[in-house]
């Protein structure tokens, strides 16, 4: 900390004085984002402005590295700097829109032993990492921190696990947890915070950070000060783990090292994120996936986003059949026929298909014959997807993706990492890499926030870290998941797709909701679940419910699976943090305009004009006169408008789908 204060002292005072030698400034293409930069032998700062309004005070960034076997102890001393403008059009065919625009002005900052800073200024946020060219070593310590213009409010989840004894707990976590918003200087800074997390200005500017390229270094936490300054933390890099965890999963780390990550090569760091602009425009950035390393995989021909039939939330409960529901070879049929009836692409064996806590994806339970069910699958234009233990799948990661590809197992849920610590980072790149090389797919849960894999490796097409629907088989009535449902499309899908696994078919008005494992239910209503398809991005997107629930309501049923999981073009109409939202997506000539609110009944207008939607057919879903009462409660019509007035009851929600 005593390096921290001097740092900032010495940046303040270089940025008072104008010490235009040192000085550098780089603006967004629009004008409107300002970064200056000063070096004056001590370190980096840089402060940011918004419409010729502070933003950011003067913060800095370092870092603490040894090389070679030698420490570094100078600080950074800037030797060159060279720009350039950056103009192309990026391919994102998985994502919430066909293809992004990648256009940003770039300084870079060249100093000693062949480290260098780059910087970027996009019209929709600043963003910086450093590039490492010299030779082995470590980096003991990296420096980061963002000292906004104000003890302004902060919308930021804490890392579960925290012991006022233990630091090191914090750094296992699942990334699931809602959000506490309070003043910044009003963070308890003994806790981490995770990312993405938003910083709200006065004015209605917001700021999200994050970051990308998130490949082989520790992930980022923040945590906050009495003075308002958010400071940056990573794991250290893991000396010795050990087999445990949820059945034997994971591997826990017993012991770290003195530093957060190896350097044996050439390579860049993570990018650091602001995002800034309105919340409509946050829950539209692009960022996290343009800052994404290019794809590296060239044939996409073989990757088939989705939707799939999910077993393990409805706990295997289906009715009406002669056999006894569980995980066995009827089971999966039936749901195989029922994803097969509606065009539902996938079915997932999640937990329970492997033997318990052996942690070796070979050892099948006897009540499931894999290869009769693929084929059965197949036969009937439904893929299979395995549900797969972190340990059980990096201990023999290619014979296992060898073995199910060959079997015509489709790819693999990937579950119960729990950190971002070096070691699973690296993880997440070696995963995606092995099932590309097998034409699998993945879905990583118990995960840190996507962070341009998805564009690395575009058969990575979903991840959790998110406080999902699966909460409610559990969650006690107190959690109000109406305004977390309402806070994620702006800060937590800023950095990319979700696998919320929404679709529950049992619903609960305010103050009906309870918390039950084998017959869960969500809170808010059923078109409060019907718009989290539009809402919530998610190119692997779960029916989370059983196929016994949806059979019952068939017509409803199709619609749903018919909703597209990529799209051409997305929009958010309005809406506001907490509160409530309205996106607008469109998959050819179709637009579905889907919108949530949290406990607040409300009422929405929408302009079709602006989509370019007029005298076309509507069919609209929204909540029936009764939602309020009876969460399942819902209308289906169909009306011709070019102005759609939608009530939305308590936890409610709407969807509209157009058609020439």
């Known amino acids: 900390m ?18 235009k030698e040192k000085e550098w400034t780089l603006a967004s293409p629009d004008g409107r984002l300002v970064a200056k930069f000063i070096s004056d032998g001590v370190g980096i700062g840089y402060c940011v402005y918004y419409n010729d309004s502070m933003l950011m005070r003067p913060s800095f960034i370092d870092l603490d590295y040894t090389q070679g076997g030698k420490a570094i102890t100078s600080y950074m001393t800037v030797r060159k700097v060279t720009r350039r ?12 829109q066909a293809s992004m625009r990648n256009n940003c002005n770039e300084l870079t900052l060249h100093m000693n032993d062949g480290l260098s800073v780059v910087f970027r200024a996009y019209n929709e946020g600043i963003a910086y990492r450093y590039v490492w060219e010299g030779k082995p070593g470590r980096v003991i310590e990296e420096i980061v921190g963002y000292n906004f213009d104000g003890d302004w409010t902060a919308t930021a989840p804490y890392v579960i696990s925290f012991d006022s004894t233990n630091h090191e707990i914090q750094y296992g976590t699942s990334f699931e947890n809602h959000y506490v918003t309070k003043p910044l ?11 993405p997390l938003m910083v709200h200005r006065p004015d209605g500017v917001k700021v999200c950070i994050t970051e990308a390229a998130l490949l082989d270094y520790p992930g980022l936490y923040l945590y906050g000060t009495t003075s308002g300054l958010l400071q940056g933390e990573h794991a250290p890099l893991p000396k010795r783990v050990e087999q445990g965890g949820h059945n034997n999963l994971q591997l826990k ?12 090569r050439s390579k860049v760091f993570p990018w650091r994120i602001m995002m800034v602009g309105t919340a409509e425009e946050i829950a539209m950035n692009n960022m996290s996936y343009l800052l994404g390393e290019p794809s590296k995989v060239q044939d996409i021909s073989w990757i088939k986003p989705g939707k799939v039939a999910w077993d393990w939330w409805n706990n295997w409960n289906i009715g009406g059949v002669d056999f006894k529901a569980g995980i066995n070879n009827d089971t999966y049929k039936h749901y195989i026929d029922f994803a097969s009836r509606y065009g539902i692409e996938y079915v997932i064996l999640d937990e329970g298909w492997a033997v318990n806590k052996q942690a070796d994806l070979f050892q099948v339970v006897p009540e499931i014959d894999l290869p009769m069910l693929v084929n059965y699958a197949k036969e009937r234009n439904v893929g299979i997807i395995l549900w797969a233990g972190y340990y059980a799948f990096d201990r023999d990661m290619e014979r296992v993706c060898q073995h199910y590809s060959a079997m015509g197992v489709k790819g693999f849920k990937i579950d119960f990492m729990d950190r971002d610590d070096q070691l699973v980072t690296d993880f997440y790149r070696r995963a995606a890499e092995m099932c590309a090389k097998y034409h699998m797919v993945v879905d990583f849960h118990g995960a840190f926030k996507p962070a341009g894999l998805n564009r690395t490796y575009p058969n990575v097409l979903n991840f959790e870290g998110v406080f999902g629907l699966e909460q409610m088989k559990w969650a006690p009535a107190t959690v109000d998941q109406m305004r977390y449902d309402c806070e994620i499309p702006f800060i937590r899908q800023a950095a990319g797709p979700m696998d919320y696994t929404q679709g529950a078919m049992h619903n609960a008005a305010k103050g009906c909701y309870h918390p039950c494992w084998s017959e869960p239910m969500s809170q808010g209503t059923r078109c409060h679940q019907l718009a989290l398809y539009i809402v919530l991005e998610s190119p692997l997107n779960m029916l989370c419910d059983s196929p016994t629930n949806y059979e019952k ?6 619609f749903v699976a018919e909703i597209p999981t990529v799209w051409d073009e997305t929009r958010v109409l309005q809406g506001e943090v907490g509160e409530y939202i309205v996106t607008a997506r469109r998959k050819g000539d179709t637009w579905y305009i889907g919108g949530i609110t949290n406990w607040t009944p409300r009422d929405v207008v929408i302009d079709l004009n602006s989509l370019g939607i007029n005298g076309t057919s509507i069919e609209l879903y929204s909540d029936g006169a009764n939602a309020h009462r009876k969460g399942s409660d819902y209308k289906h019509e169909t009306l011709t408008t070019s102005q759609l007035t939608v009530h939305l009851a308590p936890g409610g929600g709407f969807v509209a789908k157009t058609s020439k």
């Open 553 to 558: 309501e068939p017509d409803y049923t199709r």
């Open 85 to 96: 403008t950056i103009d192309e059009t990026v391919a994102s065919p998985f994502y919430r």
């Open 185 to 195: 200087s009003q963070l308890d800074p003994r806790r981490l915070c995770f990312l």
């Open 2 to 19: 005593k390096k921290v204060v001097i740092l900032l002292m010495v940046l303040v005072l270089g940025l008072q004085a104008g010490a």
């Open 253 to 264: 780390v017993k012991e770290r090292e003195d530093y957060i990550a190896e350097m044996d």
